[in-house]
């Protein structure tokens, strides 16, 4: 089974308005992290923002929210005001408390239309 | 930033022969990571090294081999390049405990032909 799935192979916005990007994990660890990147046409990864699984609040990062639902499983990222430099690929990871690796989604490409 | 670097950052090489890419970090961190990346696939484990001589197999190892002989350097070995192995790979850092992210090098465009 896959431990992060992303649904949304394409998402496109409007610039300004915001835009959620879903992300689902699997895991039977009481403790994980998730974490969430953007890789630009440039091609470097950029770390994004950080929940924890026992962190009471959603994870802001200026722009970036976290909406943590732990009974769901899901981790969505949501970008609010969205601008022309957010269009980028935008991928989803899982760092369990068992294991020493990370596991990705297969990403989700993000256009911000003017 | 942190301090991971990958060498080369592009290489165009023939099927059979061998290839080695080297990831060297100056931030001390524990863990070392070997993806790829492909379209449709977003990141795939390669390796992964958690100290000095301490390396285990990811989702993607066949064909790859690791070796970590000093806390800064990771290198990845295709002992014989296949067409199937051209990709972008990156090599990623991190520190031990749930809330430490994965910091990446600016990646290896691998071409195999």
């Known amino acids: 089974a896959q431990k992060i799935t992303q649904t949304q192979p394409g998402m496109f916005v409007q610039e300004k308005e915001a835009v959620t990007l879903d992300c689902t994990y699997d895991t039977s660890d009481p403790s994980y992290g998730l974490f969430w990147y953007k890789q630009p046409s440039s091609g470097e990864m950029i770390f994004l923002i950080y929940q924890g699984s026992y962190d009471q609040q959603n994870a802001t990062e200026g722009r970036y929210s976290l909406n943590f639902q732990k009974a769901r499983k899901s981790a969505n990222l949501v970008i609010s005001a969205s601008q022309l430099g957010d269009s980028a690929m935008y991928f989803c990871a899982m760092r369990e408390e068992t294991g020493n690796q990370f596991y990705f989604g297969t990403g989700t490409s993000l256009t911000v239309i003017p | 930033d942190a301090g991971i670097t990958q060498s080369p950052r592009h290489k165009v090489t023939e099927t059979g022969t061998p290839v080695t890419l080297r990831c060297h970090q100056t931030?001390?961190?524990?863990?070392m990571y070997w993806y790829r990346q492909d379209p449709g696939h977003g990141l795939r484990l390669i390796h992964y090294s958690y100290g000095v001589k301490d390396t285990d197999k990811g989702e993607v190892s066949d064909g790859y081999s690791v070796s970590r002989s000093k806390t800064e350097d990771f290198l990845l070995t295709l002992e014989s390049a296949t067409s199937s192995q051209t990709s972008v790979y990156f090599c990623?850092?991190?520190?031990?405990?749930?809330?430490?992210?994965?910091?990446f090098g600016p990646g290896t465009r691998l071409t195999v032909t």
């Open positions: 990623a850092i991190s520190q031990e405990g749930l809330n430490y992210e994965q910091y």
């Open positions: 931030e001390n961190h524990r863990y």
